[in-house]
C-alpha cells in the first residue's frame, strides 16, 4: 500500500506527514482535543491529475495519526478508478459508501471494516445500482457525509477523493468536509491545473 516507515528516526518523508497531520488535527479538535465544532473532523484529500499521490497521502496521514493511539481515524473510499483504497485493502467487493448512499437498508457501523492497524477503520467505495456520478450528487451523499460526521465526531475522518480535473465528485464533496487536502506532483503538475484545481 506504500505505507512510510514510521519507525524509522526522524525520515524526511516520516517529518514531513507529521507536520501535516499536527495541522489537520489543530483544525479539526483545536489545542486542547476538544471535540470539533463543524465540520473540521471530515477532511478530503484530493488532487488536480491522478497519478500525484493523493491515496498514497490519504493512506500514510490516517495511518500516522491512528498511531499517534490519541483518535480513531475512519478512512472513507470515495474514488472509482481501479487501484483505489478498497483494491488497496482487498476489500472492493466489501458493501460501502455507495451502498449507504442507495438506501441498502445499511447503517453506517454495518460497513466500517477495523484494519490491522491500530485506531484505524475503513469504508470502501461499495458498489450500487444507480450511477455513481448522480450519487455522489444527490442530496443524499451530502446528507451522509453529515451523518458520518456528526456521529463520529470524535474521530478524524479522511475521505479519499477521485482528482479535481477528472470527474465533479470533489466539487461535489467539498462543501461537506471542512478541510481540504490537494496534493501536487512536485516538478511535475503544471501550474495551470494546479490553479484550476483549487479554482
Not at 147 to 169: K, M
Request: net charge negative.
Amino acid at each position: 500500500a506504500g505505507l512510510i516507515d514510521w519507525d524509522q528516526p526522524r525520515s524526511r518523508v516520516a517529518e514531513e506527514f507529521r507536520i501535516v497531520q499536527s495541522k489537520l488535527m489543530r483544525q479539526a479538535f483545536g489545542g486542547n482535543g476538544a471535540a470539533p465544532a463543524g465540520r473540521g473532523n471530515l477532511v478530503m484529500i484530493t488532487s488536480a491529475l491522478k497519478g500525484e499521490g493523493k491515496t498514497f497521502t490519504a493512506i500514510n496521514l490516517a495511518r500516522g495519526i491512528s498511531r499517534q493511539g490519541n483518535r480513531r481515524v475512519l478512512l472513507i473510499d470515495a474514488d472509482c478508478k481501479a487501484g483505489a483504497l478498497g483494491e488497496i485493502f482487498g476489500l472492493s467487493m466489501a458493501p460501502g459508501l455507495l451502498n449507504l448512499a442507495n438506501r441498502d437498508r445499511l447503517d453506517p457501523e454495518d460497513v466500517i471494516i477495523p484494519t490491522a492497524a491500530e485506531n484505524l477503520d475503513l469504508i470502501s467505495l461499495g458498489s450500487s445500482n444507480e450511477r455513481n456520478a448522480e450519487l455522489f450528487s444527490s442530496a443524499r451523499m451530502a446528507g451522509l457525509i453529515e451523518e458520518i460526521g456528526r456521529r463520529y465526531a470524535e474521530r478524524l475522518i479522511i475521505v479519499d477523493a477521485p482528482p479535481c480535473l477528472s470527474t465533479s465528485d470533489p466539487h461535489t464533496l467539498a462543501p461537506m468536509v471542512g478541510q481540504a487536502v490537494l496534493v501536487v506532483a512536485a516538478g511535475s503538475t503544471q501550474q495551470g491545473d494546479v490553479e484550476a484545481a483549487l479554482g
